[in-house]
C-alpha cells in the first residue's frame, strides 16, 4: 500500500519515516515526497580505456566481486564554477540526494526512489534498475543518472530531483537489513551512519 501525502506528514512526525533535512511542506505530494540533489557526482575512470583494443570486463557473478572493490575506479566528476556538473549525452554519473532518509525497520516501512517526469522528458533517468529503499536502510540515496536525451543537462545541487514513493510492509522484517551501503554518505556507498 503506496502512503499519501497526509500519511507520509503522520510518519514524518511520529518518526516511522526520517528525512533530514526535514522536507517542505510543499515537497509533500498526493502520493510522494521530492528529494533534492546533493553535491556528490562521480564517473568512471577505467584504465586503459584509451588504449585501442582494450576491452574493460566485470563479472558480478564471481563470489569475490563486490562493488566496493570496483568503486576505487569512480573520480569525482569535474564541476563547475556553480557546483553544478554537466551531463553529457550518452554519459553516467552517481549522484546522491541531499537528504538522508531512514525507515527504521519497526515502522514497517519500505519506499521507491523514482525520477520526475521533468527531468525524464528531456532523455535523463535518475536511477537504473534500483529503485528500492528496504525497511532499514538510512543514508543518502544514491543516484544513476544516464542522459538518453540530446541535450548537455546541468545538475546543480538542490534541484529537485526524484521523489520517494513510501509504502506500507505487511509483516516486520524478522531481522536488520545487512548492506554494504546502509549508512552511507556518498556516491561510492562509502560514510558513517548519520
Known sequence: MVLSGD???????NGQLVIDPLPA?????????????????????LPGQDVPGFVNRVDPSLEQFSFQRLAVLLETA???????VLLEPG??????????????????????????????????????TAPTIHAGFRGVIT????NHGPFVVMLRPGL???????????????HELTSGFVGQQSATGEGQPW
Do not use: Y
Open 25 to 45: 511542506s510543499d515537497a509533500i505530494k498526493t502520493s510522494a515526497v521530492d528529494l533534492t540533489l546533493g553535491d556528490d557526482f562521480r564517473r568512471w575512470r
Open 143 to 146: 543516484l544513476e543518472f544516464t
Open 91 to 128: 554519459a553516467f554519473l552517481l549522484g546522491v540526494t541531499r537528504e538522508n532518509v531512514e525507515l527504521p525497520i519497526q515502522s514497517r516501512l519500505a519506499a521507491r526512489v523514482e525520477g520526475r517526469s521533468s527531468i525524464a522528458r528531456m532523455g535523463v533517468g535518475v536511477h537504473m
Open 160 to 174: 529537485v530531483i526524484c521523489q520517494l514513493v513510501v509504502e506500507q510492509l505487511f509483516g516486520t522484517p524478522s
Open 78 to 84: 569535474p564541476a563547475e564554477t556553480d557546483g553544478s
Open 7 to 13: 500519511e507520509i506528514r503522520i510518519a514524518l512526525a
